[in-house]
């Protein structure tokens, strides 16, 4: 049975840094991302790594330069890294694979299962 399971989130100061993680089980995927939801607005796509020989990330204009993806291949993990966090960073964050060869890996409906999610709270 496919199982993403994310754990890491936590509250932290404003400037501080966490690092998320994304356990998946049951196969491997094309591609694992990061989405986010804070309370009262849409789930937005933060970042995704694409599997293959090199690895590809690609990171939303909000998050870009702040926070970074990466892997473990050998604990079938991936990982959120989240450095410089603004207040506006407070949310649930979710783990996503696809299933999918490439696509708009910013579009919700290209990923095939999901994480429940963890809470980061940023304080001012």
């Known amino acids: 049975q496919v199982q993403l399971v994310e754990s890491g989130g936590g509250l932290v100061q404003a400037g501080g840094s966490l690092r998320l993680s994304c356990a998946a089980s049951?196969?491997?995927?094309?591609?694992m991302g990061w989405f986010r939801q804070a309370p009262g607005k849409e789930r937005e796509f933060v970042g995704i790594?694409?599997?293959?020989?090199?690895?590809?990330?690609y990171y939303a204009d909000s998050v870009k330069g702040r926070f970074a993806i990466s892997r473990d291949n050998a604990k079938n993990t991936v990982y959120l890294q989240m450095n410089s966090l603004k207040p506006e960073d407070t949310a649930v964050y979710y783990c996503?694979?696809?299933?999918?060869?490439?696509?708009?890996?910013?579009?919700?409906?290209?990923?095939?299962?999901w994480g429940k999610g963890t809470l980061v709270t940023v304080s001012s």
């Open positions: 790594s694409w599997n293959g020989g090199r690895s590809r990330t």
């Open positions: 049951g196969r491997t995927f094309s591609g």
């Open positions: 996503a694979a696809t299933l999918a060869y490439g696509g708009n890996y910013y579009r919700l409906g290209l990923y095939d299962y």
